[in-house]
């Protein structure tokens, strides 16, 4: 059969399609990459907010004009599976958090699986892709309960893969020409197998041959140690680059979101990792509208941010999710009020941005090769993660490829993206 995956959401969402790709093409199916072309569609979908979940049911209803078998799976069918049935019947089947072989089994039989949340399983195989990175799903489900937050729900407690396994994947994504791993989980510094730890992990990774990047995302502020920091700083392919989700700076929103944050204690750790590793970049994300932010804690969070510079900053608005504990917390706030928030957050923090940037003028950099677009390449340094970060754009008289390293002289900087000529 020929088949067509459709991934929304997570990194993690992307790495499990790659894992389903491999299965179908070792059992003889094709993969295609034009729904036209293919007998079953399958969407791998995400439920984590309000704007998440109506762009997967979009997208389901776009697929069913093909008129295709058509196989749905993913955290929102895991959270609201007697809904999606009921109103869209026309899915030949419905599958929760499921392991691969559950979906390629449904491809080839289509039924519904929809139980106890699978979100791990062992390596069987990736899947082709034209990227220059791939991610590494580390593990998936947590045991932290944020307020804000149905992952718990979704995908149940935090499960890791074994390190074994990982290594063997890892090595396989080399060998497939991925010049960066990207280690994804919901928390990866809660990370272990059997005794062995994050760093234990990273260990054995970093002891794999070859000229390639592995980077880290989703690090709990809380489990960044000064191991971690110290083997950042002196391993062969980790990235010197910090993903660290704070949610918000004031103390008070840090207790009503249940996050084990100390404000003070942030602002020491993320001055450790800077005096530690001097081209450390570092990275977080914030919300704002939590119930019960007043201007006052808004402004504690902008100090912060002012205070700290990150390198890299992503923010979004509170989306109250069903069953979550910040439902019942009062006062709610204003639509309106939480996007004047987010804009002026985002104002001051394209000024940062900025302002960080310009140090980088006539400085060269290693850049990984993306693409190009309108006669000039585009690529990634160490600074930027894929789809969340920045771009270097620049000129070469070589012809290059997705995947090159380069080496790129800055010449010149916007507020996200740096521009300049290969050296």
């Not at 082709?128 to 407690?157: E, H, M, Q, T």
């Not at 940037?357 to 693409?371: A, D, M, Q, R, W």
């Amino acid at each position: 059969m020929k088949v067509w995956i459709d991934v929304l959401g997570c990194p993690k969402n992307e790495a499990d399609s790659s894992a389903i790709m491999a299965l179908l093409m070792k059992k003889g199916h094709e993969i295609v990459k034009d729904p036209a072309e293919a007998d079953v569609i399958v969407v791998n979908t995400c439920g984590f907010i309000a704007s998440a979940k109506e762009e997967s049911v979009d997208e389901i209803f776009k697929v069913l004009n093909y008129k295709k078998r058509t196989i749905v799976h993913g955290c929102l069918i895991q959270r609201y599976s007697k809904e999606m049935r009921k109103g869209i019947p026309e899915v030949d089947a419905f599958l929760g958090v499921v392991t691969p072989q559950k979906v390629v089994k449904a491809v080839e039989n289509p039924q519904d699986f929809v139980s106890i949340p699978e979100p791990i399983y062992e390596f069987a195989g990736r899947g082709f892709g034209d990227k220059s990175y791939a991610y590494l799903k580390v593990g998936d489900g947590c045991n932290r309960r944020c307020a804000f937050c149905a992952i718990p729900l979704i995908k149940g407690s935090l499960k890791n893969r074994r390190i074994v396994d990982l290594v063997k994947e890892a090595k396989e994504l080399i060998a497939m020409g991925k010049r960066e791993i990207i280690l994804v989980s919901q928390d990866l510094t809660q990370y272990c197998d059997g005794n062995e730890k994050i760093v234990e992990l990273m260990k054995e990774l970093d002891k794999i041959d070859g000229d390639f990047y592995i980077r880290l995302l989703y690090l709990y502020p809380d489990g960044v140690d000064d191991e971690l920091i110290d083997f950042v700083g002196h391993s062969r392919h980790f990235l010197h680059y910090f993903d660290i989700p704070i949610q918000h700076a004031s103390s008070k929103i840090l207790n009503a979101m249940n996050r084990n944050s100390n404000v003070n204690e942030l602002r020491t750790k993320f001055l450790k990792i800077r005096n530690s590793i001097d081209d450390a970049i570092l990275r977080t994300t914030v919300m704002v509208g939590f119930p019960s932010e007043g201007d006052d804690e808004f402004e504690e969070l902008l100090n912060f941010i002012t205070d700290v510079k990150f390198d890299r900053l992503g923010a979004f608005i509170y989306s109250e999710e069903e069953r979550t504990g910040a439902c019942s917390i009062e006062p709610k706030i204003p639509k309106q009020v939480a996007q004047e928030r987010y804009d002026r957050l985002m104002s001051v923090q394209r000024e940062i941005s900025l302002e960080r940037n310009k140090k980088y003028l006539g400085k060269i950099f290693k850049t990984l090769v993306e693409g190009i677009e309108e006669e000039m390449y585009y690529g990634r340094t160490y600074m930027d993660a894929p789809e969340i970060d920045g771009y270097v754009h620049f000129s070469s008289e070589k012809c290059l490829k997705v995947g090159d390293f380069v080496n790129v002289k800055i010449e010149d900087y916007e507020f996200y993206d740096l521009e300049g000529i290969e050296s």
